[in-house]
């Protein structure tokens, strides 16, 4: 990572000095308007709950509702994570949202508009190339994968684009805010999966692509990857192996505190276009983790790739699922 400049190395100092018995004292983000998208559980939540203890508005979105279906069945919904953020001292606002759908992220920008009439904050987190992963190896090659795990990739990507040109014109008028794409890429390392290779880069490259075009309107976009994340999914399979976490796992607040510190950064503009990473964030701003560690940034090392992790995980995660539903029918 470059040199730190000096207001954001008095930052990092200021955070460092001032950190709490979780190794984090929330920056003061009252005045800041945010919406994170796929909130209602894993890194969204995360995101929009350190966010909610820096005393933000946080707009949470996802499919997942008390009065509808909930993604795959996994546990959270945008309701549940609004609360939670307004009981940690911010403001949730839960909108039920379909990123897919043009009609829900016009009427997403219509709420925004109405009810603050700006935008500070945008953290386009939500993905859905991770749904069905049960049905077809995850890892399998790009001649057995099916179309439709290609479309949700093509989906995510397409519906970071369509909230991003609905909701940038919210921040326009003030000549600021942020943009942040929540993504993984390394390098050049081939991610193991062709279609979730393509959507992965390309999602780095989006915010690479908004960074120029915002570069005269006092904007800044900017990517941020996560490391291996304790996700609900990763939490099922950790309790499934009945193994301790490695020393790269981190919370999904690992990665909200990044984002808030981005968010209070008086000099996060030079960073637009740029991919940043969670663990590297953490060591320059002086946070630790939930748990007071602070894991590195992830890298990708030896010959396993990413899409075979990821399958593996949600293998170990289906059986489980499976061992119980046949427990409960025998009992």
Not at 42 to 62: E, K, N, P, S, W
Not at 87 to 111: E, I, K, Y
Not at 126 to 148: N, T
Not at 305 to 314: E, G, H, I, V
Request: with cysteine; aromatic share 6%.
């Amino acid at each position: 990572m470059s040199e730190t400049a000096p207001e954001t190395a008095a930052h990092s100092t200021a955070a460092q000095s001032a950190a709490g018995p979780e190794g984090w004292q929330p920056p003061r983000l009252a005045d800041t308007v945010a919406v994170v998208t796929g909130a209602s559980r894993g890194v969204g939540r995360g995101i929009a709950l350190a966010l909610g203890a820096a005393g933000a508005t946080v707009y949470v979105t996802g499919r997942s509702s008390r009065t509808g279906d909930r993604t795959e069945g996994l546990p959270g919904t945008v309701e549940d994570v609004a609360e939670e953020i307004t009981a940690r001292g911010g403001t949730g606002v839960a909108v039920r949202c379909d990123h897919t759908s043009g009609a829900d992220n016009q009427a997403l920008a219509d709420r925004v508009r109405e009810g603050h009439g700006r935008l500070d904050l945008l953290v386009n987190n939500a993905w859905a190339g991770y749904e069905r992963s049960a049905e077809v190896r995850f890892d399998a090659p790009f001649w057995q994968q099916p179309m439709w795990r290609y479309d949700l990739c093509a989906a995510s990507l397409r519906a970071q684009y369509d909230v991003t040109r609905l909701l940038v014109p919210l921040m326009l008028p003030a000549d600021r805010g942020l943009v942040i794409g929540i993504g993984f890429t390394d390098g050049d390392t081939y991610l193991g999966q062709a279609a979730y290779d393509v959507f992965k880069h390309g999602s780095d490259r989006l915010n690479r692509a908004f960074a120029a075009d915002l570069r005269k309107h006092g904007v800044t976009a900017l990517a941020l990857h996560p490391g291996f994340v304790r996700t609900e999914r990763v939490e099922a399979a950790w309790e499934a192996l009945s193994s301790g976490p490695a020393a790269v796992l981190h919370s999904v607040e690992y990665v909200g505190r990044a984002v808030a510190e981005l968010a209070a950064d008086p000099r996060v503009s030079e960073r637009a276009g740029t991919v940043l990473t969670t663990g590297d964030l953490a060591a320059e701003y002086g946070f630790d983790d939930i748990d007071g560690r602070r894991p590195p940034a992830f890298r990708l090392e030896g010959r396993m790739t990413l899409a075979t992790r990821m399958d593996r995980l949600n293998r170990v995660v289906a059986a489980a699922n499976a061992t119980g539903a046949t427990a409960g029918k025998n009992t």
